[in-house]
């Protein structure tokens, strides 16, 4: 089946979801580095990429104008060579122009944070895509933060992106809990963890989105898998972009650390 393609013959590009997990994958061989290499040969190469971040958390909506964005090593505690990982791409301000509008506004000195390019080192090593970062609007209202729903309709907004050659990637976490992590990365999962895991994935092959907008607020594991929205939120971002009947497939699925979950997948 040929792919669809605009007027001015570009594929439409698919969306992308990635667990990127520890800040430790950016130097390791394992199989979800292995996962995320194979997932970049087979990707058509856009024209740049824009990726959703469970670690760029603001009052409002931003999108990254940088023309060179820096790295921010927004992690603690790791080994020193972590800290000396480059990722030196172009930014790409003039598709974020396409997305700044009344409710999305620019950063003109935004980097990459490690939402970013822990997982972009391993898909596109030559860094030569232009790259830019989507903020989460995190404000409070009435002592509560926007609702999954209305991150879940205010993506759709994004949809036009794909028809102009850019790869959205959400990056964060469909179960992430810091607060119960093992310390060793391949350490048995929790069972909540993999129950929850197991929960969302039969809900993304059912399509079935009302329910994942919901899941944060539902009882049972939901607590534990998802007790901040800040990982959860970019993989809301991405099922937004699914078009009706478009396919979703995983590319990878484990769980590191015994609760944070490593799922991976594409739509289109």
């Known amino acids: 089946m040929s792919k669809e ?7 439409k590009m698919p969306v992308v979801f990635i667990g990127h997990g520890s800040p430790m994958n950016m130097v390791l061989d394992n199989a979800f580095t292995k996962s995320l290499k194979a997932l970049g040969r087979a990707l058509p190469k856009p024209r740049a990429i824009m990726v959703i971040s469970a670690h760029w958390l603001t009052t409002g909506t931003f999108v990254a104008c ?25 930014g790409a301000p003039e598709y974020a122009q396409l ?38 609007d ?12 209305y991150h879940y309709d205010f993506a759709k907004r994004f949809a036009k992106l794909r028809d102009q050659g850019v790869l959205i990637i959400g990056s964060g976490n469909i179960v992430h809990n810091l607060d119960r992590i093992d310390y060793e990365i391949d350490a048995a999962p929790y069972s909540w963890a993999a129950e929850a895991d197991e929960e969302i994935k ?67």
């Not at 393609?5 to 594929?11: A, F, L, P, T, V």
């Not at 009344?102 to 391993?122: E, F, I, K, N, T």
């Not at 990982?231 to 497939?249: C, D, F, G, W």
């Open 202 to 268: 039969k809900n993304l092959i059912q399509g079935n989105h009302g329910y994942l907008i919901d899941y944060p607020n539902t009882a049972g594991s939901a607590s534990l898998a998802a007790p901040t929205l800040d990982h959860y939120l970019p993989m809301v971002y991405a099922i937004s972009l699914q078009e009706k009947n478009e396919p979703l497939r995983f590319t990878y699925e484990a769980i590191q650390n015994g609760s944070i979950s490593m799922r991976c997948f594409q739509i289109g």
């Open 138 to 149: 995190y404000s409070f209202n009435s002592w509560a933060p926007k609702t999954v729903r």
């Open 99 to 136: 997305v700044k509008d009344a409710q999305v506004s620019c950063d003109d000195r935004r980097g990459l944070d490690h939402a970013a390019y822990s997982p972009l080192l391993h898909l596109f090593p030559r860094a030569d895509i232009p790259v830019f970062e989507l903020s989460l």
């Open 5 to 11: 393609k605009n007027s001015g013959g570009q594929e």
């Open 66 to 90: 940088t023309k060179k964005p820096k790295m921010i090593y927004d992690f603690f505690g790791f080994p020193p060579e972590l800290y000396k990982v480059r990722y030196d791409c172009p």
